[in-house]
């Protein structure tokens, strides 16, 4: 124990002395000079003392991110964000008139080494005073929520220049990219300026009086100016907090309560701080998903999930521990930002388990969503989360999609959703991971000690664990070198036990390369856990062997924070053949391992044929992917009054690393109608390669294989044509590339096709600019060719000039036959894409251009153009022009033809409106596909 103690102390000393001989002093003084036509400028004297650096001297100047064709900008827009890149000039910020001076007021020359980084030629061999005067042009708070609005607030944060931090004598590279991942060195801090008159401040600095504080060994400062008293101080028994955005007065009491709670909470395990705590909405947005404000319900106003003391707590709940671990622990918050945001999550999950333990998610939902006594959500095992179980599903979520990645990816590295997911979520739950194995009692002693060091130094992974090593005296190499370092999947199976001689025999397989414990429950009859116990192996196959002691079933790791990979192989049920019963639901639902999960879901559906179409859907896929997923479809036609419908499985891989992120495998069958009382029966076999690409990158790529044979019921009277398409069988080879950027928008695809009948190559390319706000100009190319055409004597297979023939079935056609009609009028952008009604076809091949222009809201201008050829007959050019209105863009749009190769169609024969167009898209499957677009990425 002695040497342990030495141990200790001597680790403790080597962490506190390791750390900068004396820290940065940085004076700022500004004052406000702001119009409201020109925006908001301050004038700006810094006065900085520095510790001495190899050559020069660098400063970071992040004000100038606010810039089109800037690093954040670019950032913005990957995340479908355009206001920077559109924004008016005075909204921008900057650094202008820049100068810098040393202690003799001698001017000292500079460079910019890019925008965001200045470079001062002084001398850097002793600890140097250097004085910067400038204006600062801050930016509008509406591209981060940093800078000033049209109510004359100012928030101000990253926006003064900032000394460099410097890595084995090199400068740290550093853009801002609003993603709270930027790395300071300690520095003390005073803050001086005039205040305008009739506002208050507000900052996390304390105050020495009206217009000058100070910061004491902090990375980062904030300050916001207002006109009015619009944030609420709240001084708590050991802190001060303001809280930076609107609260009721009437609230304010219950408010102080739950901070003094919190707090409290805090306070167990880091020393109390001395200056203010300020939490913001920004950061609430920053950190995530909440759950717990209103829900606005269209028609009859806001829906309150939570009671009004619940609500307050646990919105003031995230942004509390995050602004206090921020403030307490010094990290590189780009590469080891997992601590820091770990470790609040972590203590969130142990303040909600004290007191919140069994607050679910859906709040008041589940007793309000009534008819009498009938309750409907407590059909769904969705509604009985607790809200402290949130963080486990989110991360499970990405796990189950593959898009997890180590939690040492830095910050900015991270996918959109992951900077949430992974450094937040996944890390907080990893320790409560150590926690359970090492005891909580343990780990509040661990953490208790540790986080009460004062540590004068960036903190290192290699700190925590040699700590956490040596206070726990095991090896945890497994945690920091699996959990933090890799993104290895939990991934354990129990694949048999056996009774012998009074022992359960029971094989172990891990299937992942996790060289980390698991823990093995077993339970009896009356499902009573009576036994538990942790194992470690790195063996692929363990065999244990455990006393027969009335356990009839075990499960693994099935009460642990972090989520398997398949749940589904951790449970094993010695008394029931099939070991996982059936259950049966509706909708869908968060998977039960335990069982073989199997859900019901009523449909509704309608073409010319079938008329409507009512059915139910029998599937086990759940809110999240899963390995195996199948549904069978079967339908009521009302307008054949036979039975129609669809099934398939699919099988799914996804590969831990590589370049493929999913590889699925289906089959399939399908009995539909194509004309009035006229079925077709198709199966096809398939396979998808969906690529993975580098996260924060908005390129995807896949590739397609796929079979399909389709049998089609003939006619009375059949002619040789309808008797030679009866039977035909295709093989599909495509790729898919498509980039959502929200100014330069790409897709593309290419495809081979043949059969016996015919083969042919043909692909497309879709290109849209968005040039202002609300404007884009969309370009498509198609491009088709016959290699092979051994049925000339039908247009079956032909490329389409303005209708697609769909022989594959698969697209949503109402009236896939129909030569007119209502239904004939649907337009599906296929192949060639025109809008007016040629009624034409092509044997040989068929190339068009599709032009879309706005014009004002809704209402766009289209142009099509192309040349395509049949077979024994000269090729002819074509086109058409015409009017469009997207009532929802790529959903729900009308297009009404004004000139073409026809003439002027609205004064053409016949009647105006069968030509105009409306393109109806219910495909579940792409409105998912277009809600998700820059989330994960």
Same mark, same amino acid.
């Given at each position: 124990?002695?040497?342990?103690?030495?141990?200790?102390?001597?680790?403790?000393?080597?962490?506190?002395?390791?750390?900068?001989?004396?820290?940065?002093?940085?004076?700022?003084?500004?004052?406000?000079?702001?119009?409201?036509?020109?925006?908001?400028?301050?004038?700006?004297?810094?006065?900085?003392?520095?510790?001495?650096?190899?050559?020069?001297?660098?400063?970071?100047?992040?004000?100038? #991110?606010?810039?089109? $064709?800037?690093? @954040? =900008?670019? %950032? &913005?827009?990957?995340?479908?964000?355009?206001?920077? *890149?559109?924004? !008016?000039?005075?909204?921008?910020?900057?650094?202008?008139?820049?100068?810098?001076?040393?202690?003799?007021?001698?001017?000292?020359?500079?460079?910019?080494?890019?925008?965001?980084?200045?470079?001062?030629?002084?001398?850097?061999?002793?600890?140097?005073?250097?004085?910067?005067?400038?204006?600062?042009?801050?930016?509008?708070?509406?591209f981060t929520g940093y800078g000033w609005?049209?109510?004359?607030?100012?928030?101000?944060?990253?926006?003064?220049?900032?000394?460099?931090?410097?890595?084995?004598?090199?400068?740290?590279?550093?853009?801002?990219?609003?993603?709270?991942?930027?790395? #300071?060195?300690?520095? $003390?801090?005073? @803050? =001086?300026? %005039? &205040?305008?008159?009739?506002?208050?401040?507000?900052? *996390?600095?304390? !105050?020495?009086?009206?217009?000058?504080?100070?910061?004491?060994?902090?990375?980062?400062?904030?300050?916001?100016?207002?006109?009015?008293?619009?944030?609420?101080?709240?001084?708590?028994?050991?802190?001060?907090?303001?809280?930076?955005?609107?609260?009721?007065?009437?609230?304010?009491?219950?408010?102080?309560?739950?901070?003094?709670?919190?707090?409290?909470?805090?306070?167990?395990?880091?020393?109390?701080?001395?200056?203010?705590v300020f939490i913001t909405r920004r950061?609430?947005?920053?950190?995530?998903?909440?759950?717990?404000?209103?829900?606005?319900?269209?028609?009859?106003?806001?829906?309150?999930?939570?009671?009004?003391?619940?609500?307050?707590?646990?919105?003031?709940?995230?942004?509390?521990?995050?602004?206090?671990?921020?403030?307490?622990?010094?990290?590189?918050?780009?590469?080891?930002?997992?601590?820091?945001?770990?470790?609040?999550?972590?203590?969130?999950?142990?303040?909600?388990?004290?007191?919140?333990?069994?607050?679910?998610?859906?709040?008041?939902?589940?007793?309000?969503?009534?008819?009498?006594?009938?309750?409907?959500?407590?059909?769904?095992?969705?509604?009985?989360?607790?809200?402290?179980?949130?963080?486990?599903?989110?991360?499970?979520?990405?796990?189950?999609?593959?898009?997890?990645?180590?939690?040492?990816?830095?910050?900015?590295?991270?996918?959109?959703?992951?900077?949430?997911?992974?450094?937040?979520?996944?890390?907080?739950?990893?320790?409560?991971?150590?926690?359970?194995?090492?005891?909580?009692?343990?780990?509040?002693?661990?953490?208790?000690?540790?986080?009460?060091?004062?540590?004068?130094?960036?903190?290192?992974?290699?700190?925590?664990?040699?700590?956490?090593?040596?206070?726990?005296?095991?090896?945890?190499?497994?945690?920091?070198?699996?959990?933090?370092?890799?993104?290895?999947?939990?991934?354990?199976?129990?694949?048999?036990?056996?009774?012998?001689?009074?022992?359960?025999?029971?094989?172990?397989?891990?299937?992942?390369?996790?060289?980390g414990p698991f823990r093995l429950n077993?339970?009896?009859?009356?499902?009573?856990?009576?036994?538990?116990?942790?194992?470690?192996?790195?063996?692929?196959?363990?065999?244990?062997?455990?006393?027969?002691?009335?356990?009839?079933?075990?499960?693994?790791?099935?009460?642990?924070?972090?989520?398997?990979?398949?749940?589904?192989?951790?449970?094993?049920?010695?008394?029931?053949?099939?070991?996982?019963?059936?259950?049966?639901?509706?909708?869908?639902?968060?998977?039960?391992?335990?069982?073989?999960?199997?859900?019901?879901?009523?449909?509704?559906?309608?073409?010319?044929?079938?008329?409507?179409?009512?059915?139910?859907?029998?599937?086990?896929?759940?809110?999240?992917?899963?390995?195996?997923?199948?549904?069978?479809?079967?339908?009521?036609?009302?307008?054949?009054?036979?039975?129609?419908?669809?099934?398939?499985?699919?099988?799914?891989?996804?590969?831990?690393?590589?370049?493929?992120?999913?590889?699925?495998?289906?089959?399939?069958?399908?009995?539909?109608?194509?004309?009035?009382?006229?079925?077709?029966?198709?199966?096809?076999?398939?396979?998808?390669?969906?690529?993975?690409?580098?996260?924060?990158?908005?390129?995807?790529?896949?590739?397609?294989?796929?079979?399909?044979?389709?049998?089609?019921?003939?006619?009375?009277?059949?002619?040789?044509?309808?008797?030679?398409?009866?039977?035909?069988?295709?093989?599909?080879?495509?790729?898919?590339?498509?980039?959502?950027?929200?100014?330069?928008?790409?897709?593309?695809?290419?495809?081979?096709?043949?059969?016996?009948?015919?083969?042919?190559?043909?692909?497309?390319?879709?290109?849209?600019?968005?040039?202002?706000?609300?404007?884009?100009?969309?370009?498509?190319?198609?491009?088709?060719?016959?290699?092979?055409?051994?049925?000339?004597?039908?247009?079956?297979?032909?490329?389409?000039?303005?209708?697609?023939?769909?022989?594959?079935?698969?697209?949503?056609?109402?009236?896939?036959?129909?030569?007119?009609?209502?239904?004939?009028?649907?337009?599906?952008?296929?192949?060639?894409?025109?809008?007016?009604?040629?009624?034409?076809?092509?044997?040989?091949?068929?190339?068009?251009?599709?032009?879309?222009?706005?014009?004002?809201?809704?209402?766009?201008?289209?142009?099509?153009?192309?040349?395509?050829?049949?077979?024994?007959?000269?090729?002819?050019?074509?086109?058409?022009?015409?009017?469009?209105?997207?009532?929802?863009?790529?959903?729900?749009?009308?297009?009404?033809?004004?000139?073409?190769?026809?003439?002027?169609?609205?004064?053409?024969?016949?009647?105006?409106?069968?030509?105009?167009?409306?393109?109806?898209?219910?495909?579940?499957?792409?409105?998912?596909?277009?809600?998700?677009?820059?989330?994960?990425?």
């Open positions: 124990m002695l040497k342990f103690h030495l141990f200790i102390s001597g680790l403790l000393s080597f962490l506190s002395i390791s750390s900068f001989a004396q820290i940065d002093e940085v004076k700022i003084h500004f004052a406000v000079d702001s119009t409201q036509n020109e925006g908001t400028t301050l004038k700006v004297k810094q006065n900085f003392t520095l510790e001495p650096q190899a050559k020069a001297f660098h400063f970071y100047a992040w004000a100038n #991110a606010y810039w089109p $064709n800037s690093v @954040l =900008s670019e %950032i &913005k827009l990957m995340s479908r964000d355009d206001k920077l *890149n559109f924004s !008016k000039v005075k909204d921008r910020g900057g650094i202008k008139n820049l100068r810098f001076f040393d202690d003799k007021n001698q001017e000292i020359p500079f460079q910019y080494v890019n925008s965001e980084l200045v470079k001062v030629s002084a001398k850097a061999d002793t600890r140097t005073n250097i004085t910067a005067i400038y204006d600062l042009k801050v930016p509008r708070d509406i609005n049209s109510n004359g607030n100012i928030y101000l944060k990253y926006l003064f220049l900032q000394p460099a931090v410097y890595e084995n004598g090199q400068v740290l590279e550093q853009f801002f990219k609003d993603f709270e991942s930027l790395t #300071a060195n300690q520095t $003390n801090y005073t @803050l =001086s300026f %005039i &205040k305008p008159k009739g506002t208050k401040v507000f900052t *996390n600095l304390r !105050k020495i009086d009206d217009e000058t504080y100070l910061g004491n060994e902090r990375a980062f400062f904030e300050v916001a100016i207002h006109p009015e008293e619009q944030f609420k101080v709240i001084k708590t028994k050991s802190s001060e907090i303001i809280i930076g955005f609107p609260i009721d007065s009437a609230d304010l009491p219950q408010v102080t309560q739950h901070l003094e709670r919190q707090i409290s909470f805090l306070n167990q395990f880091f020393e109390p701080l001395k200056e203010p950061l609430a947005e920053k950190i995530g998903y909440n759950y717990v404000d209103d829900v606005k319900i269209p028609l009859l106003g806001k829906y309150k999930i939570f009671d009004d003391d619940t609500q307050i707590a646990l919105q003031i709940l995230p942004v509390l521990f995050s602004a206090y671990t921020e403030r307490s622990i010094h990290v590189n918050n780009r590469t080891n930002h997992w601590i820091k945001n770990g470790l609040s999550t972590y203590l969130q999950i142990r303040f909600l388990e004290k007191y919140y333990p069994h607050l679910p998610i859906a709040g008041n939902l589940l007793r309000d969503i009534h008819l009498f006594q009938f309750y409907p959500l407590d059909f769904f095992k969705a509604s009985k989360i607790e809200f402290k179980d949130r963080f486990y599903f989110f991360y499970k979520n990405s796990l189950q999609e593959n898009y997890d990645q180590p939690l040492t990816t830095p910050y900015d590295l991270l996918g959109n959703e992951n900077q949430r997911v992974v450094s937040y979520y996944k890390s907080g739950l990893a320790f409560k991971y150590l926690e359970e194995y090492i005891g909580k009692e343990k780990m509040d002693e661990l953490l208790k000690a540790f986080l009460n060091i004062r540590f004068n130094k960036l903190l290192e992974p290699q700190d925590i664990q040699s700590f956490f090593e040596a206070y726990t005296h095991r090896d945890l190499s497994w945690f920091f070198e699996d959990l933090i370092h890799t993104n290895k999947k939990i991934d354990f199976a129990i694949s048999n036990v056996k009774r012998e001689g009074g022992k359960l025999k029971l094989h172990v397989d891990n299937n992942s390369e996790y060289s077993g339970y009896n009859q009356n499902d009573e856990k009576i036994y538990t116990e942790w194992f470690r192996s790195p063996q692929k196959y363990l065999s244990l062997s455990i006393a027969d002691s009335g356990i009839t079933k075990f499960s693994l790791n099935d009460d642990l924070p972090l989520p398997e990979y398949n749940y589904a192989q951790n449970f094993y049920d010695t008394k029931h053949l099939l070991n996982r019963k059936i259950k049966w639901g509706i909708l869908t639902d968060i998977k039960t391992p335990q069982y073989q999960q199997i859900f019901v879901t009523p449909s509704v559906n309608f073409d010319n044929y079938d008329k409507f179409k009512l059915g139910f859907n029998f599937s086990n896929e759940t809110l999240m992917s899963q390995a195996f997923e199948f549904d069978v479809h079967p339908e009521y036609s009302f307008g054949t009054t036979k039975l129609t419908g669809r099934t398939q499985a699919t099988y799914n891989i996804f590969p831990n690393g590589g370049t493929v992120r999913k590889w699925s495998f289906w089959g399939g069958l399908q009995y539909n109608h194509f004309d009035k009382n006229l079925a077709y029966f198709k199966y096809n076999l398939g396979s998808l390669l969906l690529f993975r690409s580098p996260f924060r990158s908005l390129n995807r790529h896949r590739l397609i294989l796929n079979f399909n044979d389709i049998r089609r019921n003939l006619p009375q009277n059949p002619t040789p044509i309808q008797r030679e398409l009866k039977h035909y069988s295709l093989l599909n080879i495509g790729y898919d590339y498509w980039n959502f950027h929200i100014i330069h928008e790409r897709r593309a695809n290419f495809f081979v096709q043949g059969s016996n009948k015919f083969q042919k190559l043909f692909g497309e390319f879709y290109y849209r600019y968005r040039f202002s706000k609300n404007r884009r100009l969309g370009v498509r190319l198609f491009a088709g060719i016959f290699l092979n055409h051994n049925l000339k004597e039908t247009t079956f297979y032909d490329f389409g000039l303005d209708h697609v023939s769909d022989y594959l079935y698969r697209f949503n056609l109402l009236g896939r036959s129909d030569t007119d009609g209502i239904f004939h009028q649907q337009f599906v952008l296929a192949e060639g894409g025109f809008k007016s009604n040629f009624n034409v076809t092509a044997n040989q091949y068929l190339s068009a251009l599709n032009f879309e222009y706005p014009i004002w809201r809704w209402f766009e201008a289209y142009a099509d153009a192309g040349v395509y050829k049949n077979r024994q007959e000269p090729s002819s050019f074509v086109y058409n022009t015409g009017l469009s209105i997207k009532i929802i863009p790529d959903f729900l749009e009308l297009y009404f033809p004004v000139q073409s190769s026809l003439g002027f169609e609205p004064i053409l024969p016949g009647n105006y409106f069968k030509r105009i167009r409306f393109k109806l898209n219910l495909d579940w499957g792409k409105i998912k596909e277009y809600r998700r677009r820059g989330r994960y990425e």
